[in-house]
């Protein structure tokens, strides 16, 4: 009895979940707007990558961290 009672829920959240999406609609949700934010250590490892390309030079250039001591 269990067993069913929690196949039936699952099934209900399963179908209740999908819908279709007229043409209309699919060209408002294709926006950039509507895109997800990034993830917090995905956010995070493009913050670190911009502080670490800055303080390298990015272009394998001159190098040093910026303090002027080059």
């Known amino acids: 009895m269990r067993n069913k009672l929690l196949l039936l ?5 399963l179908l ?3 819908q279709s ?23 995070f490892e493009t913050n670190f990558q911009s502080y670490r390309e800055g303080a390298s030079g990015a272009n394998s250039g001159k190098t040093g961290g910026g303090c002027g001591c080059n």
């Open 9 to 13: 829920l699952a099934l209900a959240g």
């Open 16 to 18: 209740s979940s999908c």
């Open 21 to 43: 999406v007229k043409a209309y609609q699919q060209m408002q949700l294709r926006q950039a707007q509507m895109e997800l934010s990034p993830k917090k250590e995905q956010s």
